[in-house]
């Protein structure tokens, strides 16, 4: 009897198919099990076993074509089969594939006209008032006028609502063009033909600038006057320059088919103007002092935004800096600036708690993005690079000669008090809150009273232990100081309050883990080695 083979289902998301080819031609012999063709998902190229045993008497399923799930693909003969009982079968097979591809067809053309305009929000809702005019123009139009934003006195709706509401959903309005010329022609050319020349890659790194903006406080105090202000981007363009002596091969400039060694380190600080983004570079960075790089910087862009820059000062370039932190951007992949064969992109710098020499601090972060092109330049070079600036960047002082000053409002926990003074400063807290607020401390006294001093479903202690873990979850110092010391007493042992404490960093990440690494170690400390 002869036997369909249907288009296979390789996936629960798989809804169709395409054939890239029959691993066996019509008339072979096929056993169950054996390779029969080959079949292209969203994902992947898979080869489909037959299904069964017998000869491939018809393939209706030609190579290239792209099908929908368990419809017919070929007709498999056994031994014994009659030509007319085999060619009935192929008829059939060919009848249900076509009658599933003209169903599928229009439940398309059905999903189609389903499709409805989209509504405007409406914001309040009540009666509307209409004007007579509106009202008109709405009926003859068909619009259903509670869908229409009203503009008259009190949210009338007047007849030039309905003609706006109309417009939109008619796309009647004409949308502003605007010509690509100009300098915003050469970025388009410049940006999409880096695209195409080089091998783009982009990796990132995270680093600590705590340090730099301490050195640049000190920097800045070393002229009385107030005049000298060193700017972050300063600083990043000297020690990129620096950085760059050590890795030349960063600093190249690439044509067709040569590199280019450059002689000089010429960097480029991107300056975004009102129409474009104009890249004038710093000659010979490396030999600059920082003064002469930030009166550079200034100047250079100064001029940029006043259209008064020469040629040879927008050529020349080796490396580019791009630094969208000061439009808040975090992270972003920055376009190499050809023939350049690397762009540094520069984040914003954000305050976030970090681990720091054993304790919680509270640290600026900025991170770095670094794109080259993977024909000139190795990953593992870049990654060597990006690496050197980081560890300039992050231990900035010996490179002028400074000490570091240590800020109090950057310990955030583990460098403060000890847990037996957060949790008396907590005690004795919550006592004078008792003089000045009574009813705020009785009320969170009872809100609390029935669920936590009685054991129910589950017990005192098991609840402690939960509370512990909410308490580094939500990263209150205070609360896991107390928590700690409650679960101990009803019997904990460190080891599960440490666990209980662990499950919190599965929810709140680095932060949490943070306040388990510290915290929650120092009351272990404190608590269980107390007489």
Not at 43 to 67: C, H, Q
Request: include cysteine; proline fraction near 4%; aromatic fraction near 6%.
């Amino acid at each position: 009897m002869a036997k369909i083979v249907l288009m296979p289902k390789l996936g629960l998301t798989m809804k169709k198919g395409r054939i890239t080819n029959w691993l066996k031609n019509e008339g072979d012999q096929v056993e169950q099990g054996e390779p029969l063709l080959e079949v292209m998902t969203e994902k992947v190229n898979v080869k489909v076993d037959a299904p069964f045993s017998g000869k491939l008497y018809k393939i209706i399923g030609e190579k290239g074509r792209t099908l929908p799930t368990s419809v017919p693909i070929a007709v498999l003969a056994e031994v014994g089969d009659a030509a007319e009982t085999l060619e009935r079968a192929v008829a059939q097979a060919r009848e249900d594939l076509q009658q599933s591809l003209s169903a599928q067809e229009q439940a398309t053309e059905s999903k189609k006209a389903g499709a409805k305009p989209v509504k405007p929000f409406v914001v309040l809702s009540g009666s509307r008032r209409v004007s007579p005019r509106a009202a008109r123009l709405a009926r003859e139009a068909g619009v259903d006028v509670s869908l229409v934003n009203g503009s008259g006195s009190g949210g009338r709706v007047v007849e030039e609502d309905v003609r706006a509401y109309l417009e939109q959903v008619q796309g009647g309005g004409q949308a502003q063009l605007m010509p690509i010329d100009g300098m915003r022609a050469v970025i388009a050319e410049r940006m999409s033909g880096s695209r195409k020349q080089a091998a783009h890659v982009t990796i990132m790194e995270e680093i600590d600038v705590t340090a730099l903006g301490d050195v640049r406080s000190q920097l800045n105090e070393l002229d009385a006057s107030g005049k000298l202000k060193f700017s972050y981007t300063d600083l990043l363009v000297k020690f990129v320059a620096q950085a760059l002596t050590e890795y030349p091969m960063v600093n190249t400039r690439s044509a067709d088919d040569t590199i280019e060694l450059a002689e000089h380190i010429n960097v480029g600080v991107a300056v975004a103007l009102e129409n474009g983004l104009v890249v004038p570079n710093i000659k010979d960075a490396h030999r600059l002092s920082l003064d002469q790089i930030s009166a550079k910087i200034k100047d250079l862009a100064a001029r940029a935004r006043n259209n008064e820059l020469e040629p040879w000062e927008v050529e020349g370039g080796t490396f580019t800096v791009s630094n969208l932190g000061m439009f808040g951007a975090e992270g972003f992949t920055p376009i190499i600036n050809r023939p350049e064969t690397a762009i540094l992109g520069v984040g914003a710098m954000r305050a976030k708690p970090s681990l720091w020499g054993g304790r919680l601090e509270k640290r600026n972060l900025m991170t770095l993005s670094l794109s080259f092109d993977h024909r000139i330049i190795d990953g593992s070079l870049a990654a060597e690079f990006l690496s050197r600036l980081k560890e300039m960047l992050e231990t900035p002082h010996p490179w002028f000669e400074l000490e570091p000053r240590n800020s109090k409002d950057i310990v955030l926990a583990g460098g403060g008090n000890n847990p037996v003074q957060i949790r008396k400063a907590y005690q004795d807290g919550i006592s004078k809150l008792m003089e000045t607020a009574p009813d705020v401390v009785l009320g969170f006294s009872a809100l609390t009273e029935g669920i936590m001093f009685d054991d129910g479903e589950i017990s005192r202690l098991n609840k402690e232990l939960i509370l512990v873990a909410l308490a580094v979850y939500i990263k209150c110092e205070y609360c896991i100081t107390a928590h700690v010391y409650n679960a101990l007493e009803l019997g904990a042992s460190p080891e599960q309050v440490l666990e209980a404490a662990n499950v919190a960093v599965f929810f709140g990440g680095g932060a949490a883990l943070a306040h388990c690494a510290v915290i929650v170690q120092d009351c272990l400390e404190a608590f269980c080695n107390r007489n």
